[in-house]
């Protein structure tokens, strides 16, 4: 399986995505992990407004058979969440990178630095395939 | 310990199963995604592997009286060419496995049994047996069992020239042939649609599982088994049904026949007071899973998640629970538990789905 990975992307080994848009995350999972999740039957996310630390379960991505945790990459407060991913669970099977889960302020630039670029991302991916 | 492989393990690998350990055996949990298996099923036709699971024959003279005594349910009223589902209990009336009893012939019946519970059956059917005139064979090795499960199975079959089972009622079982090989086939299965069982000795099961496919059969794995037998409401040993439980407790009181003359677990069963209620709760969003607590409106533990799933049909979350007896509320209102959150349930008194079975 060749997993989609955008280039303007950061990552994380967790297979989150991350577009950094001047002082603003927004976060999704990606394709590898929608791939190895199956149908995505139910996705909970924060409330807006709660912070978190970097490593914390911010949500849950449920299928039919699992219960995932979803970590944060970096420390932040939730300025907005998605909520039609809400209602439509499945579009982060359909599109996984047009369906941003979270938007984060962070509050730590060095934990920024240590997101994994693209090409080291796509390396991860064949590393555990 | 390694794990064993039906006969129909390559066949799965060529459409591209996902596999898993299950009971012993490496088996299918999904071929394409369980929504999709299971929607296949209740609107076209679908198929499973379920070669794992144990059958033992009856035969001799006191084969029907042994059954009778063996079983809860009534299975001396039967008659040949037909079958019956009964739980297994013990003298005190515990359930050591559910399964169905095939009565093929005058003397000779087919029970087919859980695949994780094939030695714990097989020892106690073993013991119980010495006072009849009748022998136990283990022939679980010797048969691969495909379940042909939907509105289509019928059509199917008349396909490939098994004329006789179309002619079998709900829970009719009968010999055939296929491929010059004789075959037993009932119509049972764990779906709630129509459907059929075969059971077939390995060396044609290859050739009927391609012929299905052919026919339009699609693949379904262990994964959609579950969520179509929860829709419909059927209990799995080990989460309704357990060895520490009594047909009381598990709404199995239909399955027990206290008229019989004597069967195991009769006097404890009569005089059991249920512990539990097995009920059935349904939520708009999220799945209630097993093992979450069911609360009452104050927020106290009253039971738990035995089994739970999302219908593809319905589109909600539908579980079955156990409720202790003595905490059952008087306003008849549930809550589950998922994660931080007390979800209201939807009360069912009726099965969330009936299935098109006959």
Known sequence: ?129 | MELKRTSLYQNHLNQNAKMAPFAGFEMPLQYTSPKEEALAVRNKLGMFDVSHMGEFFVEGKQAVQFLDYLLTNDFGSLGVGKAIYSPLCRDNGTMIDDLIAYHISPEKILICVNASNIEKDWNWMQLQIKKFDCTLTDKSSEYSLIALQGPEAERTLKSLNLHKAVTLPYYGVIEDKYQETAIIIARTGYTGEDGFELFCPHQVINKLWEELLQYGAVPCGLVARDVLRIEVCFPLYGNELSDELNPLDSALKWTVKLSKNNFLGKKAIEEYKAKFRLIKLSIDKGIPREGYAVENSSQAIIGKITSGTLSPVLNKGVALALIDRSLFPADKKFFIKVRKNSIEGTYHKKPFLTGGHK
Not at chain 1, 8 to 28: C, M, Q
Not at chain 1, 39 to 64: N, Q, Y
Not at chain 1, 78 to 99: T, V
């Open chain 1, 1 to 129: 399986m060749t997993a989609k990975v955008l280039d303007h992307l950061k990552y994380t080994v967790d297979h989150d995505w991350i577009l950094i848009e001047n002082d603003i995350l927004t976060i999704g999972i990606t394709d590898f992990a929608q791939a190895s999740l199956g149908d995505i039957v139910f996705v909970e996310l924060p409330e807006v407004g709660s912070s978190f630390s970097a490593g914390d379960a911010f949500g849950v991505v449920e299928s039919i058979k699992s219960v995932t945790d979803l970590h944060i990459p970096i420390s932040g407060e939730i300025i907005e969440i998605n909520e039609q991913i809400s209602d439509e669970p499945e579009l982060c099977n359909k599109a996984p990178f047009e369906s941003w889960l979270i938007k984060v302020k962070p509050s730590s630039s060095s934990e920024i630095e240590a997101l994994i670029s693209a090409e080291n991302y796509k390396k991860h991916c064949n590393s555990i395939e």
